[in-house]
Each structure stands twice: as structure tokens, then as C-alpha cells.
């Protein structure tokens, strides 16, 4: 009986060195798992400014399309919800006439001292060569579009032309 003791107690058991060893793993494997939310969190501030930019480029990009910049080369800081945001336009004609390379340019300061700068470039036709929205220059310029009056019914005010004596529809 005696001998039977002996060998429950002997049963196997973890030992203190093994314990070590595993919480040595375990705090390696923490380590690297905080090192890539680290990154991660890095690597999605990077888009979110990358998308930010993106969209304040082309808005910038817009306005020019729409004349509301010029495309000799301005530059400013966005106002409203995208403070810190500043941008440039550049232009350089091409040997079309009235063709332009529109470049703008959208960069942000970090806090680290480092600038973020996002690029977006078009062929844009120069919006001045399309008019002006000036109903007596387009009749000073010898413009021959009927002149239409408020009260008229068969006026929408859209800017299609009409298709009087031809149809359009692809339905046969």
C-alpha cells in the first residue's frame, strides 16, 4: 500500500518554469497585437485623410469647371467643416485651343510636422469660352436665341434644345 501512495502523489503537474515560459509567449504575442492596432489605426487615419482630400480636390476641380476659378493659378484654405485643408490650382494650356491641364492641389498639415498633399489633374476646356449667363451679352454678342417670357406656358426653363420636325426616341 505504502507503494501505491507514492505513486498518486508523483501524478504529472505543471511546472513553475513551464508557467514562465507560457506567460513569456502569451506577453510576446500582446506585444505584437498592440503594435498591429497601432498600425492599423495609423494605416486608417491615412485614408480618411486620402478620402478627405480626395473629395475637397474634386470639389476644387468642380468650381473651376464651373468658372467659379479662375485657371490662372489661385490658391486659398477651405473654409467651413475643412479647416486646416489648403489648396492650389494650377493650369497649363495645351496645343488645343482653350484646353487646359488643370492640376489641384489639396495638402493638410499633421500633427507631427509632416504635410499631407493629394493631387487630382484634368484636361478642362476653358470655361470662359463657353459665354456668359448675361442675357444682354449673348444679345449684344448677335446671339439669335428666342427671347421667352415668364408667363409662357410652353417654357420650362430647360436647356435642351427643341426637336421640332424629328423624332428622338430609339423605340421603333
Known amino acids: 500500500m505504502t507503494f501505491s501512495r507514492s505513486r498518486r502523489s508523483l501524478r504529472p503537474a505543471v511546472s513553475l518554469l513551464e508557467v514562465l515560459i507560457s506567460l513569456t509567449i502569451f506577453l510576446i504575442a500582446l506585444i505584437g497585437l498592440g503594435q498591429l492596432v497601432s498600425l492599423s489605426s495609423e494605416q486608417a487615419e491615412?485614408?480618411?485623410?486620402?478620402?478627405?482630400?480626395?473629395?475637397?480636390?474634386?470639389?476644387?476641380?468642380?468650381?473651376?469647371?464651373?468658372?467659379?476659378?479662375?485657371?490662372n493659378g489661385e490658391s486659398g484654405s477651405f473654409e467651413d467643416d475643412s479647416t486646416g485643408w489648403d489648396w492650389v490650382v494650377e493650369s497649363e494650356p495645351n496645343s488645343i485651343p482653350n484646353l487646359y491641364r488643370v492640376t489641384v492641389r489639396v495638402s493638410k498639415p499633421r500633427p507631427d510636422g509632416s504635410v499631407f498633399e493629394t493631387t487630382l489633374s484634368q484636361f478642362v476646356l476653358d470655361p470662359a469660352a463657353f459665354g456668359t449667363l448675361d442675357p444682354e451679352s449673348n444679345s449684344s454678342s448677335g446671339s439669335t436665341?428666342?427671347?421667352?417670357?415668364?408667363?409662357?406656358?410652353?417654357?420650362?426653363?430647360?436647356?435642351?434644345?427643341?426637336t421640332t420636325g424629328r423624332s428622338t426616341s430609339l423605340m421603333r
Not at 409662357?152 to 436647356?159: E, I, R, Y
Request: aromatic share 0%.
Open 145 to 162: 436665341a428666342p427671347s421667352s417670357t415668364p408667363m409662357d406656358p410652353a417654357n420650362t426653363g430647360s436647356s435642351t434644345p427643341s
Open 46 to 71: 491615412e485614408m480618411r485623410l486620402q478620402t478627405e482630400g480626395s473629395r475637397l480636390a474634386e470639389s476644387k476641380l468642380a468650381e473651376v469647371l464651373a468658372g467659379v476659378v479662375s485657371l
